[in-house]
């Protein structure tokens, strides 16, 4: 070989051994990863899963005498938490319907606007938003809502404090999708003669649909295990209520009062694993939803 | 688009079930479908839930309670958003007058802080006034100084470092807690204070009843205090405190009731730390409910009114107070509960007492 | 014929005036969608400061700066030090600690791994963490975390800057593994294959091409990844040690903004309460000015 041909040569083997190095890296990162991820998933599973059953769904908790007695004769804590589910399942769906047109549209503009003031404003804004602890927006909401609206704790002032904590994920990521999206599609479509909201509801939401429902699923997942901000609106209740203008129970409002009942802390663990069990399936369904319109 | 469509759909069925079945609850007492909504203190919330519910299912009102705290309770009924609110230090006479009406205190159930520790093998450990204040303020920083020792003859006291825990949120044990400290140590008096929060001398924190309680049991020469309910329930060893009159009393219902034997003034706002009666376990203290005295404020209806002060009755009688024993909170001793009874009839609407 | 010609130019000239109509109605619509989040944020630094005049008036501007935080009654004095500075290092941290985790996880579901069973397992898990309230992050890292630490060496029973900064690492994983996977799948397979032809390696193709094209997307995940640690409040709360002091080294304990709101709003009143609300009020500002700070370093990196 002559020279040139033993420096490529040497050239590509030194590449070709970075190269499996950085994927080295990158399979040893994800094992560590995946570590604590297996760890907590395997806790909440091993202190919870005996719990699990159809009365845990669809009967209300026990009180603390009865949790006592139950633990005092060995028995599973008798109940469930009904009303938290129901609760969670009302006012994640209230904030969904609130925060999505509002996240995907906001998304649009920003998409649409990129180097605009106001468009620079509002990106900047809805990040900020973001860093606002959970306990400030259910501040918020209770003077806006709980004070003046329904002049009471009640299941809509605990929506809207659970909108506005989804809304920045849902306009970021809106946003990225679509500027990943190849021009040339949307070009044809403007050069087809299309007016824009067909533009964007037939060209640009399904094609950046999968990344729109990762931003989705992003905002629901993390409202689904909030507490701080409900304690504030939505109080809680022993009953299961649809009422949107009550107060409301919720799986992460039972959660915080069996953690400061000393009978009925076991339940913690069951309750979580039925908010990942639904966090799970929301993300099974959508992943279907998205592959379809793939 | 339809699973989204169908899961709405499964709420509201859900929904429409619940509503039938919370009829079913209400046709049972024949009376209207009262709710009543109430926010405060966390200290009584495993009892309140528990009585709350028998009286749901006893007489058809439905209550609902949240825990967010003594100050929230108080800010909840300032704005008037719940029916009462429930705290655990009683309205100063400086936050009575900036309330938006006059409000009214009704003592509903007792409660102590037990001084909780961790040594193994190391049961019924007597701590003096004097032991407290030096522990509590770092200057005893062994368990087996020979103050302790001298104390606590014929326990086996570990050569080990003594690890305070306190509250790192506010709260009405806490509250409690101190105002005893402040009652028998000038030096906490003067250093510390009483208060929800406090800037602690030593010690490190956390959070809630089941924090302080969870890292002294894992922590080997640990000590803090625990709100009694929490401490029963959870058997963690607690430590002998000395009265006023100088006996050493261990904390239990009987004990803690008799902290409320004494004198107590027209509308219950009194620290029962310290106590005079010599059974008594003297880091006791009452819970109340605080209410507006004229019910008759921003278009609330009559029936409201009293569906409250009914409930309000109630829990403070016989039948309600019997329920607290089991669940380790000590019951109001007859003075106590006959003076919240009195107080609430003079709860009025347009001027006119609601209870006979 | 003229007749049909002019027919001809009224239909198509009608078309464009709708077309322009609807144009402009779904252009209002994308404005005064913007415009609500911008209510919604007006309308929150208007309570917020509402909320926090009384402690502004009595300290001034000193709170930021202040040490002292004595919640004593007679004594009351407070200052906002110690939780800003255990916000921006826990934050910080956090953000850093996760940082390479998260990119080598959407790399492995986006790149090497791609479209295989594991990569889905992988990515729902991650997905999944997401979900975990954050009471229970608090739990995990009490009764499993801590311990595991204390056996490491680590002083004050756990609790410190150090195990906050972990369990937030933690929590923040799914919000940049998420979004980076979507964006790095979304990367043009014309443009790697480009790459590939010219003879690069997985790894050069990564850096050259599929990194540079979804920068942007990457980096936003890191902005959520980055906000959500700065307002987590009851994980922190339960780990932090609640230490009001402004840390003197990594594994001392601290407090954070988020926390110490969290911890003590439930009981506070008056000047205590107004001070809590300044503390919001100031967790919205640093979060504006660090986002800034990174949005300017990242812009002067590219």
């Known amino acids: 070989m002559n020279s040139a041909a033993k420096i490529t040569a040497a050239n590509l083997s030194r590449r070709t ?75 994640v769906v209230l904030a969904s ?102 533009v964007i ?54 959660i ?13 663990w069951s309750s979580s694993l039925l908010l990942m069990g639904m966090v799970l399936t929301l993300n099974l369904v959508s992943k279907r939803i998205a592959a379809r319109t793939k | 688009m ?55 299912s006893e007489f058809g009102t439905l209550l609902t309670y949240g825990g967010i705290g003594s100050g929230g309770g108080i800010r909840s009924l300032t704005d008037k958003v719940v029916d009462f609110g429930a705290t655990d230090a009683y309205l100063s006479d400086d936050k009575l007058a900036a309330m938006p009406a006059e409000v009214v205190h009704i003592p509903t159930v007792l409660g102590a802080v037990v001084i909780a520790y961790n040594l193994p093998g190391v049961d019924g450990l007597k701590l003096s006034n004097e032991l407290l204040e030096k522990i509590f303020m770092g200057e005893i920083t062994k368990w087996n100084d020979a103050a302790i020792k001298a104390n606590n ?37 003067d250093a510390v204070g009483t208060g929800k929060s406090l800037q602690w001398p030593v010690g490190m924190g956390a959070k809630g009843n089941p924090g302080v309680a969870g890292t002294i049991s894992q922590t080997e020469g640990a000590i803090g205090y625990i709100g009694s309910e929490y401490a029963f329930a959870q058997k963690i060893q607690t430590a002998l405190v000395q009265n006023s009159a100088g006996n050493y009393i261990e904390p239990s219902i009987a004990s803690v009731s008799a902290a409320a034997k004494g004198e107590i003034p027209a509308d219950t706002r009194i620290m029962l730390t310290n106590s005079a009666d010599p059974e008594s376990y003297p ?24 569906a409250t002060v009914t409930f309000l009755d109630w829990l403070v009688s016989a039948d309600a107070q019997g329920q607290a024993e089991k669940v380790h909170y000590a019951p109001l001793p007859d003075a106590a509960a006959e003076k919240a009874k009195t107080i609430l009839r003079s709860v009025t609407f347009d001027g006119l007492p609601l209870l006979k | 014929m003229n007749l049909g010609k002019l027919q001809a130019k009224q239909f198509s000239q009608l078309l464009n005036v709708h077309q322009m109509n609807s144009d402009k109605i779904t252009k209002g619509v994308l404005l005064l969608s913007s415009f609500v989040i911008l209510f919604v944020a007006g309308g929150m630094i208007f309570s917020l400061v509402e909320g926090a005049i009384p402690a502004l008036k009595s300290f001034g501007l000193s709170f930021i700066w202040s040490n002292n935080w004595n919640p004593t009654e007679g004594k009351e004095n407070y200052g906002a030090l110690p939780f800003i500075a255990g916000t921006i290092i826990t934050s910080v941290a956090a953000l850093l600690i996760s940082l390479p985790l998260s990119f080598s996880v959407s790399l492995f579901l986006g790149e090497y791994y791609r479209g295989t069973k594991i990569a889905k397992v992988l990515g729902t898990m991650v997905d999944l963490l ?132 969290a911890n003590q709003f439930g009981e506070a009143d008056g000047l205590k309460l107004s001070s809590l609300i300044a503390i919001g009020l100031l967790l919205f500002l640093l979060t504006g000015i660090i986002n800034a700070i990174g949005k300017f370093i990242i812009k002067r990196m590219g």
């Open chain 2, 283 to 306: 880091i006791s203290g009452f819970t109340w409910i605080i209410l507006y005295k004229e019910q008759n404020y921003d278009g609330r209806s009559k029936d409201q009114a009293l």
């Open chain 2, 2 to 56: 339809k699973n989204l469509a169908l899961l709405i759909l499964t709420v509201f069925i859900l929904g429409a079930c619940s509503n039938s079945s919370n009829k079913q609850g209400g046709e049972k007492a024949g009376t209207s479908k009262v709710t009543l909504t109430a926010a405060g203190a966390t200290f009584p919330m495993p009892y309140y839930n528990m009585v709350f519910k028998n009286y749901t």
């Open chain 2, 153 to 189: 003859e014929g326990l086996a006291l570990p050569d080990m470092e003594i690890t305070f825990v306190h509250r790192s949120d506010g709260s009405g044990t806490t509250y409690i807690f101190s105002d005893y400290m402040t009652k028998i140590s000038t030096k906490w008096a």
């Open chain 3, 130 to 261: 997401a979900g975990i309230p954050s009471i229970v992050y608090g739990l995990w890292g009490f009764y499993v975390l801590r311990p595991l630490l204390i056996d490491l060496g680590l002083p004050n029973q756990g609790f410190g800057i150090f195990t906050a900064s972990i369990i937030l690492a933690i929590m923040i994983i799914p919000y940049a593994t998420s979004l980076s996977n979507e964006i790095i799948t979304m990367v043009p397979n014309e443009l790697k294959e480009a790459a590939y032809s010219l003879g690069a390696t997985r790894s050069e193709v990564i850096f050259s091409v599929v990194v540079p094209s979804a920068r942007s997307g990457i980096i936003a995940g890191y902005i959520l990844s980055f906000g959500r640690a700065l307002g987590e409040t009851m994980a922190v709360t339960m780990l932090i040690g609640n230490a009001n002091i402004v840390p003197d080294g990594f594994f001392s304990t601290g407090n954070t903004m988020a926390s110490v709101i």
């Open chain 1, 201 to 254: 509801l037939r060209v640009l939401i399904p094609t950046g649909f999968s990344g729109l429902l990762t931003g989705i699923l992003l905002g629901i997942s993390r409202i689904l295990g909030e507490t701080a901000p409900l304690m504030l609106t939505a109080l809680g209740s022993s009953v299961i209520n649809m009422d949107i203008t009550k107060p409301t129970s919720a799986v992460p409002l039972l």
């Open chain 1, 17 to 91: 051994l970075k190269d499996k190095l950085f994927k080295g890296l990158v399979l040893f990162l994800s094992l560590i990863t995946i570590s604590p991820i297996v760890l907590i998933i395997y806790k909440l599973v091993a202190k919870g899963y005996r719990q699990i059953s159809l009365e845990f769904i669809i009967k209300t908790p026990p009180n603390t005498f009865e949790a006592m007695t139950a633990l005092s004769n060995g028995e599973l804590i008798p109940g469930g938490i009904a009303n938290g589910i129901t609760g969670t399942l009302l006012m």
């Open chain 1, 97 to 198: 319907v609130i925060a999505i047109p509002v996240g995907v549209i906001t998304g649009i503009y920003l998409y649409e606007n990129p180097g605009k003031p106001l468009a620079n404003l509002t990106r900047n804004i809805s990040d900020i938003l973001q860093g606002v602890p959970s306990i400030v927006l259910g501040l918020i909401a209770y003077m806006w809502i709980v004070k003046p609206i329904t002049s009471g704790f009640s299941a809509l002032a605990g929506s809207v404090s659970l909108s506005i904590m989804m809304l920045p994920m849902i306009v970021r990521s809106t946003e990225e999708t679509l500027k990943m999206i190849p021009q040339s599609i949307k070009e044809a479509a403007v050069a087809l003669g299309v007016p824009y909201y067909k």
């Open chain 1, 256 to 268: 915080w009062e069996f953690y400061n009942d000393p009978n009925m802390v076991d339940l913690i």
